[in-house]
């Protein structure tokens, strides 16, 4: 799985979200059923339980071809 970071992520994940490591995200998108965004045209939800830490994440992605482009990720817990 290729992944590639919107620079929206990269400056949140740097500065408020360190807790939210690229595994998890990983994780998340591969236990997930593929949900379609409200807000986002062609964007796609993850919404999975992560086993380490109990808490549930959200994962806003774009399927572009073989790549994944992460647009935003966050806990709902």
Known sequence: MDIVYSK?????QKKKKKDITNDVIEYTIKNSQILKDKYWIGALNAISRVTSSGRR???VYKRIKEKIFIITAYWLD
Request: net charge positive; aromatic share 12%.
């Open 8 to 12: 929206h992520w990269i400056r949140k």
């Open 57 to 59: 994440l959200k994962v």
